[in-house]
T-cell receptor, first 113, second 115 residues
Framework: LAKTTQPISMDSYEGQEVNITCSHN???????ITWYQQFPSQGPRFIIQ???TKVTNEVASLFIPADRKSSTLSLPRVSLSDTAVYYC??????????????FGQGTELSVKP | ETGVTQTPRHLVMGMTNKKSLKCEQH?????MYWYKQSAKKPLELMFV???????ENNSVPSRFSPECPNSSHLFLHLHTLQPEDSALYLC??????????????FGSGTQLSVL
């Protein structure tokens, strides 16, 4: 399964756009890229998922270059409530006998007033 | 509200106690999961059930015993736990568990403290 690398932490201010990049150099053909958000003492929450190019929903945008070896989660105009840990997951199945989707350390985003 | 409900929200137990964590999903999903999240550590997948059959058991100690009586309910029975088992236990569900673009829906978790 593809291993992901993302920054351990990021700081931002309210109203700014935040971009979190995830590297996944050995992504496989069938792999999707999925981002989750987790607040303290809560379960992760699905944010966005993509396979290639750009995906946008009401919460975020996901940019995926043609080689798919990285992806960037973009959060427009963050607020204090966006302070959370953001996980990038890459894989083709949540689980199987050969492995499973891995939640890494994630990126701890801190939004300041 | 994610459609996945976990109870209790908090649990304190001694090492000789027996307790159970409960999870219920109202999404019509066929796969359910138990994850463990220790302080400042990544989530660890413990068990996976698909259509009420256990399909994954990631070398979890036998003091953790899962049960899935139907596709909507999942339990984690705990006995003779150790202090290092203190963690946030998360339940999740997904549509089938095997598709390449499935999404996980998590409950709020049970914060377990073992004294």
């Amino acid at each position: 399964l593809a291993k992901t690398t993302q920054p351990i932490s990021m700081d931002s201010y309210e109203g700014q756009e935040v971009n979190i990049t995830c590297s996944h150099n050995n992504i496989a053909t069938n792999d999707y890229i999925t981002w989750y958000q987790q607040f303290p003492s809560q379960g992760p929450r699905f944010i966005i998922q993509g396979y290639k190019t750009k995906v946008t929903n009401e919460v975020a945008s996901l940019f995926i270059p043609a080689d798919r070896k990285s992806s960037t989660l973009s959060l427009p105009r963050v607020s204090l409530s966006d302070t959370a840990v953001y996980y990038c997951l890459v894989g083709d199945r949540i689980y199987n006998q050969g492995g499973k989707l891995i939640f890494g350390q994630g990126t701890e985003l801190s939004v300041k007033p | 509200e994610t459609g996945v409900t976990q109870t209790p929200r908090h649990l304190v137990m001694g090492m000789t106690n027996k307790k159970s964590l409960k999870c219920e999903q109202h999404l019509g999903h066929n796969a359910m999961y138990w994850y463990k999240q220790s302080a400042k550590k990544p989530l660890e997948l413990m068990f996976v059930y698909s259509l009420e059959e256990r399909v994954e058991n990631n070398s979890v100690p036998s003091r953790f015993s899962p049960e899935c009586p139907n596709s909507s309910h999942l339990f984690l029975h705990l006995h003779t736990l150790q202090p290092e088992d203190s963690a946030l236990y998360l339940c999740a569900s997904s549509q089938d568990g095997g598709a390449s673009n499935e999404k996980l829906f998590f409950g709020s978790g049970t914060q377990l403290s073992v004294l």
